[in-house]
């Protein structure tokens, strides 16, 4: 019902009114012309073509965790459904704190979210090396020392232009303009914020402070101030910090207390200010107070989190990036999007919109195909999936999580061997025999003793990693007389009862009172007892397992199960423990669920012979009986 309310609004708000033309209203001659049936075969297949083009166009679908699991963007099951509802085969899954785009957001109101540049522009770059010039030119006594904090701050606006160092070609001209900010606040009155400020119990001229810091993490920078004077200043906070005179503070990447080193740097590379960093085991990184522009770049799959994170004093022991990401984006976002969740088009904050709409501008090459999929309550089986368009800033439900059965199905049909024995002969060598090189196992012969040829047909349900299963083995006789057996009697399993064969002209019928069909055996005699035969035997079981793939809920991968069976030739219950694997095929697929599977299956177990099974009065068979062989099948999903 949610779909289809979602459909006619949208189809409501963009049918365009039609207005019949007047006769003889002149039109383009070219519609006049009927097109030959081949014109429109090629206009038919270069459309197709155009489709098959886009068709894999790759989307990236971010997905949120749902507070408190732990299903996330590298399950195969929602990455599959997520691929089903997008219609998108090469999607690529990521992480939700990518979406944390705060450091590259310019921090103006009047800016909407789809304006926002995302990456600063070569023309930024050329106006700040155009103030840095025009600064040069000012001399100390060309202005009023008055007006050198209004010269400061009018740098330091212009400063702005490069709010986030993302490469380190942003490095050199950001640094210079520092320096002739700093020169300008050398030059003022008094020492006044924001131009100077307390850093570690010092006053400082704070943007010699961040140049000194620059030039800290890259040496050569300090080669680019052709002022001694300013030159001086910049090496006097460097020897400050050299010998440990301002404090510095930690960068943490762990994230809900957890850092797998090799893991993450496999995934990303850090940049701070534009340089490449690693951290240390425990994910921590020293910077000093000051500016630090964070950002995560991945390693093959292209732009991930930004942040600015500037402080003047340590408050804290360390400032946890990745967790201030996640709990914006896993757990504020979630939020917002389940507010009302029956809604097409989810209200979410400002913020986080402008992430969105920047992350879209970094990765221009998906073309609208960006996705925010959650697994709600952790289960990847109930996705609710939205797309975003950059263009509006709006997100759309393209799915939601409630709309497909969560049980699936598996059904196959196949044969294979069924075993209750083993025999092993040897045959001793001739005297030297091994010595001469013959091969001493030739002289052991093993040989399966064989119960049955079973032909299976099963039917098994899943539900994430549970299993339960129904079906019927019908089981081949491998000798010629086949099966033979007492036929039994329900309700009764006294030895007292059995079928006879009796001479049939001594019987006679009878209708009592009730039009009740009765037999009189009265001076009948028996000639033998008879038995039931059939070259099938028929076993119905039922069962139940655990599947421990990542496509178990759709009954994909390996699975360990137990199954209780009634056989009815020999009369016995089977037990048997079993272990299987179910493959999927890519021969076709029929919608969401219909898909065709091979599966193996291996059993072990034991035939617990029944009162009244003629196998066991003969002593063909004992009580328990072993059982173990395989069964190939194949089928398909639904």
């Known amino acids: 019902m949610l779909r289809v309310v979602c459909t006619t609004a949208l189809l409501w708000f963009l049918s365009p009114s039609v207005q019949a033309e007047p006769l003889g209203q002149s039109f383009d001659s070219s519609v006049k012309k009927r097109k030959t049936k081949a014109e429109k075969e090629a206009e038919i297949a270069a459309a197709e073509a155009e489709l098959e083009a886009n068709k894999d166009q790759f989307a990236r679908v971010i997905v949120l965790r749902y507070e408190g699991t732990s299903t996330d963007y590298r399950d195969i099951n929602l990455q599959r459904n997520v691929r089903?509802?997008?219609?998108?085969?090469?999607?690529?899954?990521?992480?939700?704190?990518?979406?944390?785009?705060?450091?590259?957001?310019?921090?103006?109101?009047?800016?909407?979210?789809?304006?926002?540049?995302?990456?600063?522009?070569?023309?930024?770059?050329?106006?700040?090396?155009?103030?840095?010039?025009?600064?040069?030119?000012?001399?100390?006594?060309?202005?009023?020392?008055?007006?050198?904090?209004?010269?400061?701050?009018?740098?330091?606006?212009?400063?702005?232009?490069?709010?986030?160092?993302?490469?380190?070609?942003?490095?050199?001209?950001?640094?210079?303009?520092?320096?002739?900010?700093?020169?300008?606040?050398?030059?003022?009155?008094?020492?006044?914020?924001?131009?100077?400020?307390?850093?570690?119990?010092?006053?400082?001229?704070?943007?010699?402070?961040?140049?000194?810091?620059?030039?800290?993490?890259?040496?050569?920078?300090?080669?680019?101030?052709?002022?001694?004077?300013?030159?001086?200043?910049?090496?006097?906070?460097?020897?400050l910090m050299q010998k440990g005179a301002f404090p510095s503070m930690k960068i943490d990447f762990q994230m809900e207390d957890k850092f797998d080193k090799d893991e993450f740097d496999e995934q990303y590379e850090i940049l701070i200010n534009g340089l490449p960093v690693e951290t240390d085991e425990n994910g921590e990184f020293d910077v000093f107070l000051g500016r630090s522009d964070i950002f995560l770049k991945h390693v093959d799959q292209g732009v991930?989190?930004?942040?600015?994170?500037?402080?003047?004093?340590?408050?804290?022991?360390?400032?946890?990036?990745?967790?201030?990401?996640?709990?914006?984006?896993?757990?504020?976002?979630?939020?917002?999007?389940?507010?009302?969740?029956?809604?097409?088009?989810?209200?979410?904050?400002?913020?986080?919109?402008?992430?969105?709409?920047?992350?879209?501008?970094?990765?221009?090459?998906?073309?609208?195909?960006?996705?925010?999929?959650?697994?709600?309550?952790?289960?990847?089986?109930?996705?609710?999936?939205?797309?975003?368009?950059?263009?509006?800033?709006?997100?759309?439900?393209?799915?939601?999580?409630?709309?497909?059965?969560?049980?699936?199905?598996?059904?196959?049909?196949?044969?294979?061997?069924?075993?209750?024995?083993?025999?092993?002969?040897?045959?001793?060598?001739?005297?030297?025999?091994?010595?001469?090189?013959?091969?001493p196992l030739n002289s052991i012969d093993p040989n399966l003793i064989a119960a049955s040829m079973p032909v299976a047909f099963d039917l098994r349900a899943h539900y994430t990693r549970f299993m339960l299963q129904v079906g019927i083995e019908f089981g081949l006789s491998l000798n010629d007389e086949g099966w033979t057996e007492y036929y039994q009697t329900p309700g009764n399993k006294e030895n007292n009862v059995v079928t006879v064969e009796v001479d049939p002209n001594c019987v006679s019928y009878n209708n009592d009172a009730a039009q009740r069909r009765t037999a009189d055996f009265d001076g009948c005699t028996i000639n033998q007892e008879v038995y039931r035969t059939n070259r099938f035997s028929q076993n119905r079981y039922i069962g139940a397992g655990y599947l421990f793939g990542r496509d178990a809920s759709y009954g994909y991968g390996l699975r360990a199960g137990v199954r209780l069976g009634w056989l009815d030739m020999p009369n016995s219950i089977l037990t048997t423990a079993h272990l299987g694997y179910t493959h999927p095929l890519e021969l076709f697929q029929v919608g969401k669920r219909i898909r065709p599977v091979v599966d193996a299956d291996i059993r072990l177990g034991t035939a617990g012979m029944k009162q009244r099974s003629l196998a066991y009065d003969l002593g063909q068979v004992g009580a328990i009986e072993p059982v173990f062989g395989f069964v190939m099948t194949a089928g398909t999903t639904f």
């Open 304 to 439: 991930g989190l930004s942040e600015r994170y500037e402080a003047t004093k340590t408050e804290d022991k360390a400032y946890r990036v990745l967790e201030i990401a996640r709990k914006r984006m896993e757990v504020d976002f979630v939020r917002q999007l389940f507010l009302y969740e029956n809604e097409c088009n989810p209200e979410v904050d400002a913020d986080i919109l402008t992430s969105l709409a920047i992350y879209a501008k970094l990765h221009k090459e998906v073309d609208r195909q960006i996705y925010i999929a959650v697994p709600k309550a952790g289960n990847p089986n109930k996705v609710w999936v939205w797309r975003f368009d950059p263009t509006t800033t709006r997100l759309s439900k393209v799915r939601s999580g409630n709309e497909e059965f969560p049980v699936h199905f598996v059904t196959t049909m196949g044969m294979g061997a069924l075993y209750n024995g083993a025999t092993i002969a040897f045959t001793p060598p001739e005297p030297d025999a091994v010595a001469n090189g013959a091969n």
């Open 84 to 239: 089903s509802a997008i219609g998108k085969s090469d999607a690529l899954f990521l992480p939700a704190i990518d979406l944390y785009q705060d450091g590259r957001e310019i921090k103006d109101a009047t800016i909407a979210p789809e304006m926002q540049p995302a990456t600063v522009s070569d023309e930024n770059i050329d106006d700040v090396l155009a103030m840095v010039q025009q600064a040069k030119r000012i001399g100390f006594d060309d202005v009023d020392p008055n007006e050198w904090q209004q010269l400061g701050l009018k740098y330091r606006k212009a400063a702005e232009k490069i709010w986030f160092v993302d490469r380190p070609e942003l490095r050199s001209p950001l640094f210079q303009l520092y320096t002739e900010i700093g020169r300008a606040a050398d030059n003022m009155s008094e020492n006044a914020a924001p131009l100077f400020e307390y850093v570690g119990g010092r006053n400082v001229n704070y943007y010699h402070y961040l140049a000194a810091a620059m030039v800290y993490q890259e040496p050569e920078l300090i080669q680019q101030i052709d002022n001694p004077d300013m030159q001086g200043a910049v090496e006097y906070y460097l020897d």
